[in-house]
């Protein structure tokens, strides 16, 4: 029994870690941008298809509520309910032994608080990699970004095509909340 209480609480600290370096290398990454690319310029790494450019979104995902002056207000807020309901998650599922959703979950809140420490520090969030297709240029984005749909993506995945884990880790929420 003590071993296992061990194995639970290295479990927890060792996702704790993953989300903090996941944090740091968001936060290092964007202040590269702007070390080296002044605002609006953009440096073509592929041409024609992939470049990293330097850009500022007062919004959240594909600039929602960008246009609004109360729009970091309301996102900084849900950042932070979510990141933290989100950590919160992923200490529960790293201390019960549930790797896959621990891995999505700790990507998802160090998506969130990645953004967020920008809209609290800087009052929007840098984003900087840029894709074209043909005519077509993809919303440009950063790695807190990429934490964030790859960790929806592990949920979704597990959901759909890991039903009985899924299963077991909701079950093992509810049973928690009686």
Not at 13 to 42: H, M, R, T
Not at 49 to 67: E, I, M, P, Q
Request: proline share 1%.
């Amino acid at each position: 029994m003590e071993e296992k209480k061990k194995n639970r609480i290295l479990m927890t600290v060792i996702w704790i870690a993953v989300v903090a370096v996941l944090i740091v290398i968001d936060i290092i990454s964007k202040y590269l941008i702007s070390l080296n690319l002044e605002f609006g310029q953009k440096h073509d790494v592929i041409p024609g298809f992939f470049s990293l450019h330097h850009v500022v979104n007062t919004g959240s995902a594909f600039s929602f509520l960008a246009d609004k002056s109360w729009g970091i207000y309301v996102l900084s807020a849900f950042s932070i309910i979510m990141g933290l309901a989100l950590f919160a998650l992923m200490i529960y599922t790293a201390g019960n032994g549930y790797k896959i959703m621990s891995f999505a979950l700790s990507l998802l809140s160090a998506g969130a608080f990645g953004n967020l420490i920008d809209r609290i520090r800087l009052g929007h969030v840098i984003d900087f990699l840029r894709f074209d297709f043909g005519s077509y240029t993809f919303p440009i984005f950063n790695f807190a970004d990429i934490c964030a749909v790859c960790g929806t993506i592990i949920i979704i995945s597990a959901g759909v095509f890991a039903n009985k884990y899924f299963d077991g880790f909701i079950n093992s929420i509810r049973k928690n909340k009686k």
